[in-house]
Structures are given as C-alpha cells and as structure tokens.
C-alpha cells in the first residue's frame, strides 16, 4: 500500500502522493504542522482519503487561516475530488 | 461463495461470499483493503468501486474501534455479491449497541464554520451508500451496507 508522502516539488508547490486512511492521519498530520504559510497543494498523486485524512486537512485549513494563511488543493483524483464534495469542503479549500 | 478464513465458497443462494476477521486497530486497514481487492478480483467486480467501498468500510471499522467501549473481539467483515449490489456487513461481538443510523445528519458547513471536525466518517458513509442497516442481536452489532457497483 503506498505510503502517504508530502513533498516540496521545488516550485513552491507541495506534492500529495499515497493513501491517506486513518492509519496514515497521525504521521500526516505531523508533516502538515509543518506547513506555516500559504502553499498550492497538488494532491494529483493521492489515490484515496477517508475522513480521517479529511480532518487532517481541515485542521491545517483552519490553522492556517487563523494566521491569514491558506491551502490551495489543486489536480485532485475524481473520487477524491468526490470526497470533498461530500464534505461540503471544497469551497474551504479553494477547489475549482 | 462463503467463508470464514476469508476464502471464497458459493453460498446458498449462489452470490459469491467471503468473510475474515480484522484485529480492532488502525493498523489493520492495509489488510481490509487487500481483502476487497481480492474479492472484486475473485469475482470481477470493476476495480473502479473500490475506493468507494473502502471509504465505506474504513468509516464503519474505525468507529467500532473508536466507539465500542471497552470490546476486544476481533471485528468481522463479510463481503457477498448480489446481482448489480455488493453487500458489506461488519459484526462486532460482545458489545454495547451503537446504531449508528439513528445519529443525525450533519451539517458540515456549520461543524466547519464552529472549527468542528467530528462526525464526517457517518456523513460520507450516508452520502456513498445506497443502503444502510443495523440489528443488534445477543451482544452483537451488525452493520450492512448495501452499493450498487458500476461496470
């Protein structure tokens, strides 16, 4: 099963890749505090997320706009794009 | 088909069956997903459905885990093809009942607006499948879903 991973691309934009399911949200979880100002996000390589990504991903959200920073997600996978939409988070996130 | 060592067998009413159990850790997702994957290989089921039925799976498992105070069994999880539906049915023994589908709708722009986060797992089950049940029976909790599966 892949890993989920976060990358700098070098573009100034971070890079999604693996599956984020409950078993991952921890570890991700740590690697997102680590974002403190505003990024793209291209989550083109994440194959799948469960609420618990999710709430990963909010967290950070609110975080970050609470410092006038924000998330930008961006090419995401159709079912995982599905997800968001479900939330009702695709407005939070900037999804066009 | 039917089993309890997770091999594939016809059940009685000819739909291809296929049961095992998941230790009650996070940690068993991995092999809960090769488990769906196995069986819509097994019985060529689209690859496309998978990730909609390990949402909906992953949701349900994780809220045994979470919620189903102090239980120690294993938690079973069968799959069983019917026609044009794919049935998941987790059973969860020696527990108190948790019938999940009397928790109600949230609305998740308002938990977001109040920096809430809960309660989204439920939510995405209700909105990917197309039917949802719960008995609770001798101490045990017996979740089935029903998704249409697209070809």
Known sequence: MAMFEIKNRGDGVLAVSGRLDASQAEMAEKRMNAIQESVRVDLGGLDYISSAGIGVFVKTQLRLQAAGHALKLVNLHPRVRAIFHFAGLEQLFGIE | ?151
Request: aromatic share 8%; charged share 30%.
């Open chain 2, 1 to 151: 088909m039917d089993s309890r060592n997770g091999e594939l067998h016809p059940a009685a009413d000819g739909g291809a069956e296929a049961e095992r159990l998941f230790a009650r850790h996070f940690d068993a997702l991995e092999g809960i997903f090769e488990f769906v994957s196995e069986f819509f290989v097994a019985n060529g089921i689209e690859a496309s459905n998978a990730f909609d039925v390990q949402v909906i799976i992953e949701e349900l498992f994780t809220n045994l885990v979470k919620y189903s105070k102090g239980a120690t069994h294993d938690i079973a999880i069968r799959l069983k093809r019917r026609g044009e539906h794919l049935e998941i049915r987790l059973v969860d023994v020696d527990v108190e009942a948790f019938d999940m589908t009397r928790i109600p709708e949230v609305d998740t722009a308002k938990r977001i607006a109040e920096k809430k986060i809960g309660g989204l797992g439920l939510h995405l089950v209700r909105k990917m499948a197309d039917d949802i049940s719960y008995e609770y029976v001798d101490r045990q909790s017996r979740i089935t879903i029903l998704k249409r599966l697209q070809s």
